[in-house]
Structures are given as C-alpha cells and as structure tokens.
C-alpha cells in the first residue's frame, strides 16, 4: 500500500472525509451548477472519496450511470454505504490500472490528480476513457499562483506535484485535450486564498474527431 493510499484510508474513517466534501462541495456545486447536462450522459469521478459528487450527480434526470472509483479501499466503503440510488456504482481502483471497456460522456476529479505518479499517465488514460467530444473537469486547489496552497505538500508528508495554471493547461494539451479554465471563488470566506485566487477548474475537452 502506497502513502497515498495509507494516508487516505484513514481520512476515510476520522471524518476527513465528510469534512472535504464540506470544503469542496461549494466551489464544486458552483462550477457544477454552471454545466447544463442537456443530454443523457454517463459519469465518472476519478478520487471519488466519500462519493458525494456521484450521488449529487446521479439525481440529474439525465444522469445515466454515476461510477466513483478511489485507490483508497476505505473510501470505497464508505461511498458504497452511503449508495443512495441505482445509478451509483463505486470501484476500488487507481486511474492507472483500471480495466474498464465503457467510455463516458464527462469524468470529473476534485483535489486528486495531482497525488499521482505521473500526471501525465494519469491524464492520457483519462483522455481515453471519454467519448469524442467528452469533458473532463478537473478542479483543484493546490497550485503554484494559489501560494497559500503550496504549504500542503510539506504537511500531508506524500507525493503531491505542484504545478502552475500555465503548466496544468500544458499536461491537458500535450494529452491531445483542448483546454478551458476557470477560477471559482468563495468570496464570503475567511481564508484568504479562497477569495483570492479559489479553485481552478481546467476542462479538457476530447476533440470529436
Ligand atoms: C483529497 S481527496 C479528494 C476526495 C474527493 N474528490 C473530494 O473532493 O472529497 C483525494 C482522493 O483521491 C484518491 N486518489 C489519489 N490518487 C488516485 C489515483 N491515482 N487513482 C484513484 N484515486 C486516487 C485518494 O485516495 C483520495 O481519496
């Protein structure tokens, strides 16, 4: 078992859990919200963590099949226990080496990308498990312009790259992405940071053909 793995088998069970999904859930709603899902489609959330995004997303009419999957097994259980309706589905898997034969319409990650070993990897595979013209948004907190961030990495004691909005972009491209970014703000709150600069969003689109 990797340090990421360890690290976040015990936020699984210590409450860490429910409390990202408090700190993430209003900038994430808000980039959400802001996506009009016309279409049916399929989901999936890469780091899914308790799974609170797949269960928020599964209650959109058009929400076909919402699967969570997350290297840390602990996770997986909790999301499986907190399984609200059919359309869920939650697997105990990296990104990396997960055998799955189905394509999806959007996949969506919140402050996980960055623990892999190689963004790069990570990132190729995700560009093939959409459909042309597919989205993949990618939100994260932990980045270079973000400065307040940058501390995170000394406290969590695992593998976190830090990398620029400039650099992120540059990964979605070099992975054949056609790149959009966006920064959500939380301007009531008090960390500074969240009203300054917020999450980055980056939406890589898989070109149609
Ligand atoms: C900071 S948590 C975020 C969880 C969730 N997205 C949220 O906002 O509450 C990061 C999660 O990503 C998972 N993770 C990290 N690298 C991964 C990988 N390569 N494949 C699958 N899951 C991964 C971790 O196990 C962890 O549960």
């Keep these: 078992m990797d340090g990421v793995q360890k690290t976040f088998d015990k936020w699984a069970q210590n409450g860490r859990a429910e409390l990202m999904e408090i700190e993430h859930g ?7 919200d802001s996506v009009s899902f016309e279409k049916p489609f399929s989901f999936l959330d890469m780091g899914c963590g308790n799974g609170w995004v797949v269960r928020k997303m599964s209650e959109i009419n058009n929400c076909k099949k919402a699967i969570g999957i997350d290297k840390s097994k602990k996770m997986i259980i909790q999301a499986k226990k907190k399984t609200t309706n059919k359309k869920q589905s939650f697997v105990h898997t990296d990104i990396e080496s997960w055998k799955y034969n189905g394509k999806f319409d959007y996949i969506f990650s919140m402050e996980s990308l960055y ?3 190689s963004i790069d990897i990570a990132l190729r595979k995700i560009f093939k498990l959409l459909k042309p013209g597919g989205k993949f948004f990618c939100g994260t907190d932990f980045y270079l312009d973000n400065k307040a961030t940058a501390r995170w990495a000394g406290i969590m004691k695992i593998q976190m790259h830090l990398h620029s909005k400039k650099e ?3 990964f979605f ?11 959500v703000k939380d301007l009531k709150n008090k960390k500074k ?17």
Excluded: C, M, Q, R
């Design 115 to 117: 623990y892999a070993d």
């Design 193 to 209: 940071w969240k009203k300054e600069w917020g999450t980055l969003f980056i939406t890589g689109t898989k070109p149609s053909k």
């Design 26 to 32: 209003k900038n994430v709603t808000k980039f959400l």
């Design 168 to 170: 992120w972009k540059k």
């Design 173 to 183: 491209k070099d992975a054949g992405f056609e790149v959009k970014t966006k920064h």
